[in-house]
């Protein structure tokens, strides 16, 4: 059958085509009403442009030529239009131009109504191949741009927590970029990677968001690295145990108001998290424990610490050792309190004024001297974190 007059005839009202055809998707699909997404004059053209493609197909032999079709899908994609409203938009374009085909066809006896029926089979393949080639296009621009927003999102991320940023314009943008405000109270959450690439806080920042969270990360070889904004008071508790949900060692930064001190603070996260005491899953808070941070954070000085303020009691029989190191712990745990200790170990006080006593003979210092306070409340984590003297939780 040939449709050459009935296209010629098309072709010539192919401007008002492509207006009524951008006039009712601009009316029929609720995504296309926003002009400032989509220009009218960008609708108009892209309509005209896959109408005359179509049209024209009628007149060339070989394949259809998809280019516009792709450029449709490209160009949706930019624009931040869901493929769903594309496709619905193409279908809508598609069946005007087909009732206009049918239309014109009543002004041209030599095309019946049955050799339109036979030839509508052919025109919807080829709605289907333009429609592929809309997809698959909006599809590989989408992915790009994926790709680009995380590895600009990245790179803002890694600028915050190397510091690179600190003019306040700059962080005002970088913060808008992210989805961030521009004001604390944040806190930095490191995360230690299983193996290079694996997150170990993986749908982290979905999560976060969920819970009214905004969050921004950066995965590297052997950590995952994040800076969180705890904007209500309940906010902090949320974070922790969405964090705790996810089943991996995590260290969390006392929290600051700049994103200024992003760097600072991923340090103190990363105290944080070398202060965890054992090797499985587990949150722990710079702020739980400074000091215990601190030490971890330097083994080489807290074993030399402990060297010198413990080893009398670190060359006793190991149960003679534990008990008073562990009278100790519980001595420091209340806040220096003899009855209160004693409570604790299911012991009477005076038991533990002797073992108090007894250290202080071993190690010649006293335990009324804040300095000798300082000295113990540091090596013992240290002790602790080297494993090295188990400690008796028993009641000695």
Do not use: K
């Amino acid at each position: 059958m040939d449709l050459s007059g009935v296209t010629a005839a098309l072709h010539a009202r192919l401007p008002e085509l492509g207006e009524r055809m951008a006039q009712r998707i601009r009316s029929d699909v609720d995504a296309y009403q926003d002009e400032s997404l989509i220009p009218f004059d960008s609708l108009r053209r892209s309509c005209t442009a896959n109408a005359d493609l179509i049209l024209s197909h009628f007149h060339r032999a070989g394949a259809p030529d998809p280019s516009p079709a792709r450029e449709t899908g490209r160009m949706r994609a930019e624009q931040g239009m869901p493929l769903a409203d594309t496709l619905h938009a193409y279908r809508i374009g598609f069946e005007l131009l087909w009732s206009e085909i049918v239309e014109e066809s009543r002004t041209h006896p030599e095309v019946s109504d049955a050799q339109l029926v036979s030839q509508s089979a052919e025109i919807w393949a080829l709605f289907g191949r333009y429609a592929e080639a809309v997809a698959a296009a909006h599809r590989e621009t989408a992915a790009e741009l994926t790709l680009q927003r995380e590895a600009r999102r990245s790179a803002l991320v890694e600028a915050l927590f190397t510091g690179v940023i600190s003019d306040r314009t700059t962080l005002w943008e970088a913060a808008h970029e992210l989805g961030l405000p521009e004001q604390g109270p944040f806190a930095v959450v490191a995360a230690v990677a299983g193996a290079p690439g694996e997150e170990p806080l993986a749908g982290i920042e979905t999560a976060l968001r969920q819970a009214q969270l905004p969050s921004a990360w950066r995965l590297l070889p052997d950590q995952q690295i994040g800076v969180v904004a705890l904007a209500t008071p309940t906010a902090e508790q949320t974070c922790l145990r969405t964090l705790r949900r996810a089943r991996a060692r995590v260290g969390v930064s006392p929290g600051f108001h700049s994103l200024r001190d992003t760097p600072r603070a991923l340090r103190f996260a990363r105290l944080a998290l070398a202060g965890l005491p054992g090797t499985g899953p587990g949150v722990a808070r710079f702020d739980d424990n400074p000091l215990a941070m601190l030490v971890a954070a330097a083994p080489a000085e807290a074993a030399h610490l402990t060297e010198v303020v413990l080893r009398p009691l670190l060359d006793l029989p190991a149960a003679e050792r534990a008990r008073l190191l562990t009278t100790l712990e519980h001595w420091f745990a209340a806040a220096g309190s003899a009855a209160d200790t004693a409570r604790t170990l299911f012991v009477h006080p005076n038991t533990v004024r002797y073992r108090l006593r007894r250290v202080e003979e071993l190690t010649g210092r006293s335990l009324s001297d804040p300095r000798t306070v300082a000295d113990l409340g540091a090596a013992l984590p240290a002790v602790r974190n080297t494993g090295a003297v188990p400690m008796d939780p028993g009641t000695g």
